[in-house]
Every structure is written in C-alpha cells, then in structure tokens.
C-alpha cells in the first residue's frame, strides 16, 4: 500500500476548506450529537428510571434489570450495521444517516411516554425492549454511515483532525444528556428524576429528531461515493463478495472494535452510574462530574486527531494501549464516594481514550474501498459492541457487587492488549486516497 509521506494541503484540499465545507461538517455532528444522546441518554438515566419498569427489591435488582435491557439494544446493532452500511454504499451515506436519525429518535420517544410497571405490569418491559431494539439498529447504521461520511468528505492531509469532530459531537450529545439530569437533580431532586423527571430527556431526544432530520437532509453526498458508489449496482451478493476480498481489514476492525469498546461505555457512558450507585457519589454531583469530564474530553480530542496526521495511524492508536494497559486497574480501583476524585479519574481515562476513538472514523475508513466502506466499517463494529458494549455498564456493576472490580480492570487489559497487536500488525494508512 503506497501511503504519501507528506501531508502539506493541496490547492484541491484547500477548496474543500471553503466555508461550505465547514458547514457541513457542523452539519453531520449535530445530527451525530443528536442520535448518540438519544442512545447514550438511557444509560445515564438508568439508575432513576430502573424501577418503573422492573420490580425493586430496595438494592440493585431494578438496575440490574436495567441495565440488561441496555445491553439488549446492543443485539440489533449488528442487523443495523449491515442493513444501514448496505444502503449507505449503495443508496448514499446521506440516505442512511437520516434515516436511522428518524429511527433512533422514535425509540426515544417512545420511551418517554411508556407506562410504568405499576400501570401495566409486564407489558412495560415489553415496551422498554421494543424502543431499545429500535433504537439498537439505528445506532449499528450510525456508526456505519457517519465514519464514512465524516473520513470521506474530510480533506485527506487533515483526515485525522476532521474524524475527531465525530466524537467531539458523540461527546457533546452525551454530555447535554448529562447536563439535563444534573440540571434536573439540582433543581427538582433524585426523588423527582425518579417519579417522572427521568422522561424529560428522552422526549427531549424524540422531538430533537426533527432538528436532526432537517439538517441531514440538507447535507451534501460525498465526492467518493457519487464517483464510484453505483448506487443500482450494488447489491447484496456484490456487497457480500466485497466484504469477503477484504477479510484482513474485517479482522482488523474486530481488533481495535475490542480493545475501545469496553474501555468506552465504561468511562464515557457508565463511570457516572456506577459511582452513584456502587460507591455512594451523590447524585447531583456524580452528574455534573460527567459533564464536567466530558467537556474537558471534548477539548482534548482535536489533539490526537492532529497527532494522527503528522506521525501516523498507528503511533497515536499505540499509545492509547500502553495508556490503559497501565492504567485500568489504578482508575477502577480508587473510585470511591468522592466526586472531585472520580473528576480526576475520569478525565484521565477519558484523555487516553481520545486517542484512540478520536481517529477510529479516518483509520476505518482507510482500511475499505468505496463500494463497501460503510458496510465493512459497521458489521464488524456492531457485532463487537453487541457483545462487549452493551455489557459492560452491567458486568461492572455486578462484579463490584460481588468486591471483584480488578476482575473488570483485567478484562479490559486484555482487551486492550488485543488491539496492541491488531495495531502492531497493520499498514498505516495516513493520507491514503479514499476516492
């Protein structure tokens, strides 16, 4: 694979600079932001709502039950990596991502208005896991269009810092979630977000949908796939001969899906939760910790992602492994009822983190031709996250119960360590022409 080893802007890459561009990319996050906070917004609220729809026997049962069905949403993601990646590569990146906004934004929705256990019994866990299962296979087509979209409309000497924009808006969508609790437990209490207060930011996420529908209908389609997609073409049996020929990236993808994920919905998404629940942090301020953390992730990202462009994919993904493998077992363990301590924790983690999910949208990206980018990006990372990511809120929480927190912590260095080899065993692919 020939990679340029230079990555000055071209008179080309400069017009892709004009202020259009810009908007654009303001565009696609905002649409990212709002559907990674209508999927990120059920896992935050989890400790409150837990008991409307599961039966609470005053410990963690109900959240338990939760948080099960959190990782129950997980199973769709594979179906809607495929399915969503399929229409991306052959109906446009453009058409998946706004539709799987209208998808994700109807599950919350539907959240927002479901009965409670004690109106109508079981049927409310029904209801649950139907809106999960919605909101599952919208968020496999997410991932699968949006790296895409993002590292395909990017200029290819600042490929890396555009790709970081994609979890500058997946942080910004989970940190507004945050936001709205915290700002729900200072002003009407835990005991409110536990009665009805916890509807607000999932109607929220439904009627933000609309928002996000407008904005992605108005975005252009991207230069690579107008030029090479053949929308007509291509077809399931084509799309599946493709994925086949590029069986090393799928491998790849496998790799460095398992080394981030855990690592991910452990400190982006569930650190908070679990604090407030395992370890006695209150609950306003285990919230405002969250949003705090996460702001100061957001301004860190654009670092890596710069980094990435001036040494290369695999230098910045490197450091990211040695990071955590060093440091799992010290984060988890000294998580206590303190919420200046988790503060610190958490913005540790979640520096190191940057490095490697910051990239992810440009490194995946160039591992695939055109006709199957989105498709061999989403399969892979879905079916991952499927079985790894929506577990982890839950088997942190039950080992911790059980006084086994370093079990966790070794379950993710494993992982970890995994994607140090996948990373040590790939090309680089730094400036590679995506078109």
């Known amino acids: ?66 948080l099960a069905v959190f990782a129950v949403g997980f199973v769709m993601r594979p179906i809607g990596g495929f399915l969503f990646g399929w229409l991306a590569d052959r109906r446009g990146r453009r058409f998946s991502m706004t539709t799987s906004m209208v998808l994700m934004a109807a599950g919350s929705l539907l959240i927002g208005v479901a009965p409670t256990h004690a109106s109508v019994g079981l049927w409310a866990t029904v209801v649950l896991v139907l809106a999960r299962l919605a909101q599952g296979l919208a968020h496999g087509g997410e991932i699968a269009a949006s790296y895409t979209y993002i590292a395909e409309i990017a200029p290819r000497a600042r490929r890396g810092l555009w790709s970081t924009s994609l979890y500058v808006s997946v942080t910004a969508g989970i940190v507004t979630a945050s936001l709205i609790g915290a700002a729900a437990s200072s002003t009407l209490g835990a005991g409110a977000l536990r009665e009805w207060a916890w509807r607000i930011p999932f109607l929220i996420g439904g009627l933000l949908g609309l928002v996000g529908l407008y904005l992605r209908r108005t975005l252009p389609e991207t230069d690579a796939f107008e030029q090479r ?9 084509e799309l599946l001969r493709g994925l086949a ?36 942090v209150p609950t306003s301020a285990g919230l405002w910790t969250s949003v705090a953390a996460n702001a100061v992730f957001m301004l860190t990202l654009p670092l890596w992602g710069k980094l990435s ?101 070794l379950y993710m260095v494993v992982l970890v360590l995994i994607g140090l080899v996948t990373t040590l065993l790939s090309p680089e692919t730094r400036g590679k022409d995506l078109r």
């Open 1 to 66: 694979m020939s990679v340029p080893s230079h990555t000055s802007t071209s008179s080309t890459e400069r017009q892709e600079l004009a202020p259009h561009a810009f908007r654009t990319l303001l565009g696609a996050g905002i649409g990212n932001a709002l559907e990674w906070y209508d999927w990120s917004v059920y896992a935050i609220f989890a400790p409150f709502f837990a008991a409307q729809f599961f039966v609470d026997d005053g410990a963690t049962a109900a959240l338990l039950s939760a």
């Open 229 to 237: 997609g053949r929308p007509s073409r291509t077809k399931v049996r």
């Open 245 to 280: 020929a590029n069986k090393r990236s799928l491998l790849r993808m496998v790799g460095f899906s398992l080394a981030s994920t855990v690592v991910y919905y452990t400190w982006a998404i569930g650190a908070s939760g679990f604090a407030i629940t395992t370890r006695g």
């Open 309 to 409: 462009d001036r040494f290369g994919r695999k230098p910045v993904f490197v450091t990211y492994s040695v990071a955590f493998a060093a440091l799992s077992f010290p984060l988890l363990l000294l998580i206590d009822q303190s919420a200046l301590r988790l503060f610190v924790i958490m913005v540790v983690a979640l520096f190191f983190l940057g490095a490697f999910v910051g990239i992810m949208p440009a490194y995946f990206a160039e591992l695939f031709p055109t006709a199957v980018r989105a498709s061999g990006i989403g399969v892979p990372y879905s079916f991952v996250v499927a079985i790894f990511g929506g577990t982890a809120p839950y088997l942190l929480t039950w080992l911790s119960k059980q006084g086994l927190e370093w079990v966790f912590a």
